[in-house]
């Protein structure tokens, strides 16, 4: 079965210090990757989606990056962080089955980030 | 602009009855639904899903309805239980778009005993 990790759980960062957070799947090849954010009382943003290595699609200007620099492997970055960088940030992946058929998002526990 | 709408922030319902959540979207592409329960400090569980060419998807206690025509989407669940307090989420994409999801705000449900 398919099971997707996600670290760290929290973590505490002043402001202007970098990130680096880390997700992979197991159990599934060539998924698509997705970063979303969740703030405080909100629904879910979509940062960052990945159909391949290499492959990043960006849908918010922001101050933060991504990379896949394996199959399942996906990161989260920021060289500078900003107070509104806190929020829970959730990997998640998705077998997607081809053209004309569609599969749900499976997600990750998340990281609670607070930029101090 | 929010293309998907929960419009109820909260929902108490006793434990044993119905619980009705309901979603709006504004995007008449969109053509692939679901839904998704959240607990705190954890990542969202997905529930059950509905393609644009179905009006109803049931599995176990959850049924999904789908009005296309009036771009809204509900959640039943029957019964309710004390572990079905949770944050609900319903979800769109749209093939067209290259299937990614947009998500409601939220809806939190709470059952009490």
């Known amino acids: 079965s398919q099971t997707i990790h996600q670290w760290p759980a929290t973590l505490v960062q002043p402001v202007g210090s970098p990130l680096s957070l880390e997700c992979t799947v197991e159990?599934?090849?060539?998924?698509?990757l997705y970063w979303y954010r969740q703030a405080a009382g909100r629904g879910l943003q979509l940062l960052f989606y990945s159909v391949g290595i290499g492959q990043i699609s960006s849908e918010v200007p922001q101050n933060l990056s991504a990379s896949r620099p394996q199959d399942r492997q996906f990161i989260l970055s920021s060289k500078k962080l900003l107070l509104s960088d806190s929020g829970f940030y959730l990997c998640?992946?998705?077998?997607?089955?081809?053209?004309?058929?569609?599969?749900?998002?499976?997600f990750g526990n998340g990281t609670r980030l607070t930029v101090t | 602009d929010q293309q998907v709408k929960q419009n109820s922030p909260s929902l108490s319902v006793q434990e044993g009855r119905i619980s009705i959540l309901n979603c709006d979207y504004t995007?008449?592409?969109?053509?692939?639904f679901l839904w998704y329960k959240k607990y705190p400090a954890e990542g969202p569980t997905f529930l059950i899903s509905?393609?644009?060419?179905?009006d109803k998807n049931e599995d176990g206690r959850f049924t999904v309805f789908l009005n296309k025509s009036a771009k809204h989407l509900s959640l039943h669940i029957v019964p309710s239980q004390p572990g079905d307090s949770a944050v609900y989420f319903c979800?769109?994409?749209?093939?067209?778009?290259?299937?990614?999801?947009?998500f409601g705000g939220g809806t939190r449900v709470l059952v009490k005993p």
């Open positions: 979800a769109a994409s749209a093939r067209a778009a290259g299937n990614k999801l947009t």
């Open positions: 159990g599934t090849s060539n998924p698509n």
């Open positions: 995007n008449s592409m969109f053509d692939y």
């Open positions: 509905i393609s644009s060419i179905k």
């Open positions: 998640a992946w998705r077998y997607f089955p081809g053209t004309g058929r569609n599969s749900p998002l499976h």
